[in-house]
């Protein structure tokens, strides 16, 4: 039997545009290769926005990726997208160049990791072009359930929102119609009624969706597969006390940026915490907010430092000093890779407790929660943690290794593979 | 005066007993015999003039104004104005029109006024073809326009005019009682029996069915080539879509008629020879140069590198002529250095793509054709050996294509195409595999293709003249290779895309710009226009993106 093959789709790649799931998809693409039974082809999207320049040929979107035969990008301008329908609006991406694509690759399985900037038509473009092959959508937020950003919380406060619906929606938008708000949920379903199966890399993520509509037969939780680091963070310098902690990520409204600065400002003079920022995108923030947190960051000279953006393999050493990391969102979060960075670097963590967070942090096991989005709860958890080496050592002591890359691959070769017998009966039958 | 002179005149005068005569040029005369009125070849270039308007006044102006006006329109269509046309015998004929031809009260346009005319433009797309565009307006909208010549010769227009409607001149007769004209607009491309001269005195009239009849004067014609195509264009881009009706009976004519008349007007000025290219190649490489003259320094190199090359004939033609010494220049130089030879074809004028590969392969001498891109840069020696063994290989080969890529090792081209879009009639020439990895499996199968490009493609001169060669009628390329390949598919020939030669091609970033939508449009439509019929055969039986072994 010839090799299986499977297309990825990933909404960037991470040379152009790093962050979590980019880094994923590539990772899951190069473990693959590495498999027997498997030739993995990856289409990443390239466009205006991260793109120096247009990486595209006159006559077609694609191009080749550093000289790998199996890797594409897809070039599709940022302003084709309707960032609300989630589809392009530039209709010969599929009728014509993705059609082509999906001829010439005639992969086995499709699995897109997303469709931000190419377009939720491209399932049913799959299907059209393609009747037998299995389509796998990994879920990485709620973009599909909800227009803010996907971060189901609500626009007009910060409270998190539990379910949408077209009215609530409108309460979010008041200026798009529950009757927009309607169809556009009618038109993500009807494209998604061509996936064969949804992966939620956490169990919260999958309960939204199996809420919002998705039947339970087609959704499981398969957490994102990673390869451990090459080396491990060695142990913090002893001392007296675990003070140092650290934040690795966006500096933005959802990720806690401002509860965290807040917490910081309300701890007992004689505390000796101590927050590490390393952190992208301040830039990329509005006016407001970063001269808010250039406020906060002023006040709390000598208990904030803020180190600037990293790259991934500088971990190892940034986190050598780190007795914790700080993980203050104000939204779900999904399954964030920076829990498996730091359980790998056996760094106990304290999370907001909701969601996916609460979810992969066990409080009292191997990190400690607090409320999410209350700055008083977090100053007195950080205040119990820096002052507590005992309670630190017993949390390192509870951390299990992250979800290995060779068991993802295995467990993703197996549905593959039952997904394409599944497929068989159906177009057999039909 | 020499005395046998006058008495020749006389003579032959007798001898036509009434007739009466007059010179208009130096070789025409314009011959009154009763009825008959007509221009006849002067047998002397010296005889006397000035009787022109005494035997009008005599002999004509007492005739009835529709006589006197098909006198006219015969006069100006005279077969004689072929071979012995001129300046001066256009003047005396304009004379003649304006001494005999009724003249109509001037239309004046008013809101108020039932009948409107107005011409906005006439092109001349030759001496005897011209574009005009305008609008009429009259009680029921079955007025008649004809337009007349400088000469007088007579055109009716509005029988086979595009006719479309004007909103501005609807709101200009809104306030008219009636049943007012629809489609006021028309163009039309009109063809005089014979060339017109004057670039000045063109007249439009309007008859209606209510009699009423009134002339206007028209703007002069444009006479620029490139303007006149500009504006053809415009107007085919600006009415509906650009294959519409109008293309199909007016704009396909005179954009065919102007695309013969660029390359017609465009000859060989000079050949520049560099070094001693061999005697009899088997095979000539033709290359058209176009402003980027950057790429031959790196053609050259690869050119030379590779000991096939000095035996076939090389032949750049450069098409942007005002380049000549720029690129004369650059050529001693790259000679000197590289010691491949090679020779320049320098035109009297831009050819476009298809015409400036049509001088060069005029001036060549092989049994084989490669029509090459000044892009196209070798990834290493022994491609053309490795074209023309598998040419030689099959019987019945047309064109042979073969793998180009791009710089970042994606394919360029693979075999070309046709592809439809759902509801469309119009064909668009479309590259298999084309942005996919140089080495994807189903793109390494030599196969029979529909069509490849002329960025590199070799073919037999006795086949390629045999099909007629590269079309010359698409306004600034585009589907010149896809018909040529069509014409060899139809003549009983294949075409070939192999895979095993591997040329870079660096096909130009820039994307279609806003003044190239309406030409690319036009070829589109034209292209399936005329084979429509045999792309849905070939595209019926060929597979785009085979299988393979998965």
Known sequence: ?430 | MPETVRERTSTRRSRRSEARSARLAVEVELVVDKERVELQPTERADEPDGKLKALLRDELAGLDAERRTAIVDELASSSLLEEHGSLELSGSLHEIREVLRERLPTCLVEARQPVGLAVEQILAVDERSFWVSGWLHDEDGEGEVTFVSPEGARVPVTADAFRFERPDVVQFYAGLQGNPTRDHGFTAFIELPVPSLLSSGWIAELKTSQGVAVEIRCPDPELDLQAVRLKILGELGSRGPVGGPLAAEHGRRALTRLQERIVGESEVDSIDVYGEPPAAPAVSIVVPLYKRLDFIEHQLLHLSTDPDIAEAELIYVLDSVDQKEELAAKARELFALYGLPFKVVNLTAGAGFAGANKHGIEASKGGQLLLLNSDVIPDRPGWLRGMREFYESQEKIGALGVKLLYEDDSLQHAGLYFHRTAGSELWENAHCFKGLHRSFEAADVARVVPAVTAACMLVDRDRYEEAGGLPLHYVQGDYEDSELCLRLAEAGYENWYLPTVELYHLEGQSYVADTRRVPSEYNMWLHSEIWGEEIEAVMASFDAFPKGDR
């Open chain 1, 1 to 430: 039997m010839s090799d299986l093959r499977v297309l990825y789709v990933a909404h960037n790649h991470p040379t152009l545009h790093p962050g979590g799931a980019e880094a994923y998809s590539l990772e899951l693409y190069e473990a693959m290769r590495g498999e027997p039974g498997v030739e993995p082809v990856l289409m990443a999207r390239i466009g205006s926005n991260v793109a120096r320049r247009r990486v595209a040929h006159p006559g077609t979107p694609f191009s080749s990726v550093n000289g790998d035969p199996n890797q594409h990008f897809i070039f599709t301008e940022t302003d084709h997208f309707d960032f609300f329908n989630l589809t392009s609006r530039d209709k010969s991406l599929y009728s014509r160049h993705l059609t082509d694509f999906l001829l010439a690759q005639r992969p086995d399985v499709v699995h897109l990791q997303h469709t931000h900037f190419i377009g939720i038509d491209l399932l049913s473009q799959i299907r059209r072009v393609l009747p037998d092959a299995a389509i796998v959508y990994t879920l990485h937020e709620f973009l599909p359930i909800c227009h803010h950003h996907g971060q189901m919380v609500r626009t007009f406060s910060d409270e998190l929102c539990p379910e949408a619906s077209p009215r609530r929606c409108n309460e979010c938008f008041p200026e798009l119609s529950p009757q927009s708000f309607f169809l556009r949920e009618r038109f993500v379903k009807g494209h998604f009624a061509n996936v064969d199966r949804f992966l939620a890399p956490s169990a919260q993520l999958m309960d939204k969706y199996l809420r919002w509509g998705i039947g339970e037969e087609r959704i499981e939780v398969e957490e994102y597969g990673r390869l451990a680091p090459t080396r491990r963070a060695p142990d913090p310098r002893q001392a007296k006390a675990p003070t140092n902690i650290g934040f690795f990520g966006q500096l933005s409204h959802f990720k806690g940026a401002e509860v965290m600065m807040e917490a910081m400002a309300m701890l007992e003079p004689e505390s000796n915490a101590h927050l590490w920022l390393h952190g992208a995108n301040l830039e990329l923030q509005t006016t407001e907010f970063q001269e808010e947190f250039a406020r906060l960051q002023e006040s709390l000279r000598g208990r904030v430092t803020f180190r600037g953006s990293y790259e991934h393999d500088e971990l190892p050493k940034l986190m050598a000093d780190l007795h914790w990391v700080l993980i203050p969102s104000i939204w779900w979060e999904n399954s964030p890779l920076v829990i498996q960075e730091a359980f790998f670097h056996r760094r106990p963590i304290v999370c907001s407790d909701v969601g996916g967070m609460a979810e992969k942090v066990r409080d009292g096991v191997d990190g400690l929660h607090f409320r999410v989005g209350d700055a008083y709860s977090l100053a007195r958890t950080i205040e119990e943690a820096t002052t507590n080496p005992r309670l630190w050592r017993s949390l390192r002591e509870g951390i299990r290794d992250p979800y290995p890359m060779d068991a993802h691959v295995s467990r993703l070769m197996n549905l593959y593979g039952e997904l394409v017998e599944q497929r068989k009966g159906v177009t057999a039958g039909a």
